[in-house]
């Protein structure tokens, strides 16, 4: 898959992913690819207890990978997607001293 085919597919896939995952406390999503070109799918809740809480639902990554492979990406690919999750309180105390 060439690397612009690969981001569109990706790219198409954030809304649809975050839609699906927005009853578990997704807010956003968004996509990195790795130093290899892999995905990385990172995706946002609000807390740290919706983070944990994400991160122990064994369903996320193969919901993620289905929205993704249906999406165009190749299986490769799909298989080697990682995720990510990060909260917005997390990120509010980067800042604090």
Do not use: C, N
Request: aromatic share 6%; charged share 25%; net charge negative.
């Amino acid at each position: 898959m060439a690397e612009e085919q690969l981001r569109r597919s990706v790219d198409a896939a954030m809304l649809p992913i975050v839609a699906s995952l927005a009853p578990a406390g997704v807010l956003e999503a968004h996509w990195l690819p790795d130093r290899v070109g892999d995905p990385v799918v990172w995706i946002r809740v609000h807390s740290e207890v919706d983070r944990a809480a994400i991160e122990s639902y064994t369903w996320v990554l193969p919901q993620v990978q289905i929205i993704l492979a249906r999406l165009g990406l190749a299986p490769d690919k799909v298989l080697a997607l990682r995720l990510e999750v990060t909260s917005g309180e997390a990120e509010d105390r980067l800042f604090d001293e």
